[in-house]
Nanobody, 121 residues
């Protein structure tokens, strides 16, 4: 069974940095990872897109993180990263990894379990 496993959340200070990782685990036989993305969710709010990276490496960023966050992926390892710099208190949220994985010819959405990021001043 395919799963997304996140790591790297935690506590950081304003102006500091954190790196999140998201690895695809499980059997990837006849499967392909297409789009990958990071979302975040504030209490009692809907999840919002933070950054997206396509299979060919095209990236998209939400306005509030542009210039501070960098999304990358290692296709060979089926792993995605989010380098977060110049962190602000408003970056405090639960961060979720998302991916579209095609198994055979059938695409499906996958979500990670979420990782808490807390920025203290």
């Amino acid at each position: 069974q395919v799963q997304l496993v996140e790591s790297g959340g935690g506590l950081a200070q304003v102006g500091g940095s954190l790196t999140l990782s998201c690895a695809v685990s499980g059997s990837m036989f006849s499967s392909r990872v297409n789009e990958m993305a990071w979302y975040r969710q504030y209490p009692e709010k809907q999840r919002e897109l933070v950054a997206r990276i396509t299979r060919d490496g095209t990236t998209t960023y939400a306005g509030p993180v542009k210039g501070r966050f960098t999304i990358t992926r290692d296709k060979a390892k089926n792993t995605m990263y989010l380098q977060m710099n110049s962190l602000k208190p408003e970056d405090t949220a639960i961060y979720y990894c998302y991916s579209v994985i095609v198994q055979g010819i059938v695409p499906a959405d996958y979500w990670g379990q979420g990782t808490q990021v807390t920025i203290s001043s």
